[in-house]
């Protein structure tokens, strides 16, 4: 997928607050400028109740929003409920601080439990996606919300054993557009245009509009109870190959392909002492073009981390390549190798730190061949192609990178 726009700004936050700077400028969950005697204008005079407000707002949201439409009634009326009890400390000044405290941190514990709970059925239902689709579509349409309306229409796209209907995914593509065009109108209009590209396919606007709700979605963070949430999304890239590796890739050219909702790598490769050597040896030059890179630059770390996935997790992706593996007679260690002896700036990449990135090479090439055959079940003849192919194709994006930002090459 092109990059189509470049935007240096941060991902948006999830939930959008309203703050206030009344009184002390304190933020809280309602506008203090406008705060009414009493409960109000006690929240906002102190900092701690004015953070315990915004937090529990926060909670009540995010469970607001996982919530269907009838279960959101529910919410709606409990929550209410429980204003009146709040609003109730008023009735002594001497003790409504504490008497609020009380409240705030009771109530915010009910609300992170049911999210959590929330949370933990709703990853629950997407991991089912693989091997029980009809069940995981009955158990998503429970939800409401971005996220869950973008994995019924993944569904009804991808899996047909789900039993979707194409009036359910109108239905749930059209809460979906509505939601995202509300939270991130800059990420909709990257969608609207994808979808009157005419070269993008049904699939691939599923899966943008999927990976467009996982960023909105802070899963790399702990729950609201402190529970670490996993990534649950992975299958996607190993069932839907190279449509899924372009959709959550590079998009933005800006900090935000940063927060590219691609899983980490499978299975320890990277990790080896052999690719941290390498990955060592270019840590100085990429450090020294990056300040001029511009933000675009988060394009090309999205891209490495695409790379790094589809490696570990589908390798036989590297059994044939548009990259050729050098034959016997060409340089022992390929392309990349001679690239690097070819680098003329000495200020960014000095000659003695480029023959330790050349000896980096023939290791990394032999600790992925290893790593294949023991943990993807490879052939020796498989691994080697493989193995070779994955160390080239790293090479060339990364010294693609230091060339394009540097007067090298």
Same mark, same amino acid.
């Given at each position: ?47 701690? %109740?004015? +953070? ?61 439990? %049911? ?64 939601? %995202? ?90 990790? #080896?002492? $052999?690719? #941290? ?34 490696? +570990? ?50 290791? $990394?090439?032999?600790?992925?061949? #290893? ?39």
């Amino acid at each position: 997928m092109a990059l189509r726009r470049t935007l240096a700004t941060p991902l948006l936050v999830t939930f959008a607050l309203l703050s206030a700077a009344a009184l002390p400028a304190h933020a809280a969950s309602f506008d203090c400028q406008k705060a009414s005697a009493g409960i109000e204008q006690a929240i906002c005079a102190s900092k701690t %109740l004015s +953070t315990q407000d915004e937090q529990l707002a926060e909670h009540y949201q995010q469970l607001m929003t996982l919530s269907p439409q009838t279960g959101r009634v529910a919410l709606r009326n409990a929550q209410r409920d429980w204003l009146k009890q709040r609003n109730a400390c008023s009735s002594d000044a001497a003790t409504r601080d504490a008497c609020l405290t009380q409240q705030l941190t009771t109530r915010d514990a009910v609300l992170v439990q %049911l999210l959590q709970q929330a949370l933990d059925a709703f990853d629950a239902a997407v991991v089912l996606i693989p091997r029980d689709p009809a069940t995981a579509a009955r158990q998503l349409r429970q939800f409401g919300g971005l996220q869950a309306n973008a994995w019924l229409v993944y569904l009804q796209q991808f899996e047909a054993a789900s039993g979707l209907s194409r009036q359910d995914t109108l239905q749930a593509q059209k809460e979906a557009d509505a939601v %995202l065009a509300g939270q991130d109108s800059f990420a909709w209009s990257i969608l609207q245009d994808t979808r009157k590209d005419a070269k993008s396919t049904p699939a691939d606007n599923a899966l943008l509009l999927l990976r467009m709700s996982i960023e909105q979605d802070p899963y790399r963070e702990a729950g609201p109870a402190g529970k670490p949430r996993a990534e649950n999304h992975c299958f996607v890239f190993s069932r839907q190959g190279d449509a899924a590796y372009t959709a959550f890739g590079p998009l933005y050219g800006s900090t935000r392909d940063g927060f590219a909702p691609i899983c980490a790598p499978q299975g320890g490769l990277f990790e #080896k002492a $052999a690719w #941290k050597e390498l990955e060592t040896q270019f840590n100085a030059p990429e450090r020294a073009v990056s300040s001029g890179a511009g933000t675009i630059r988060f394009a090309s770390f999205a891209a490495w981390r695409v790379l790094a996935l589809r490696a +570990t997790l589908t390798p036989k992706d590297f059994l044939q390549t548009d990259r050729p593996v050098p034959t016997e007679d060409a340089a022992p260690q390929g392309d990349g190798a001679q690239r690097i002896k070819d680098w003329t700036d000495e200020r960014v990449w000095p000659a003695t730190q480029r023959q330790q990135a050349i000896a980096a090479i023939d290791p $990394a090439v032999a600790a992925t061949v #290893k790593w294949l055959q023991q943990e993807r079940g490879f052939s020796e003849a498989e691994a080697q192609t493989a193995g070779k192919n994955i160390v080239q194709q790293w090479l060339a994006e990364h010294l693609d990178y230091l060339s394009d930002n540097s007067d090298s090459e």
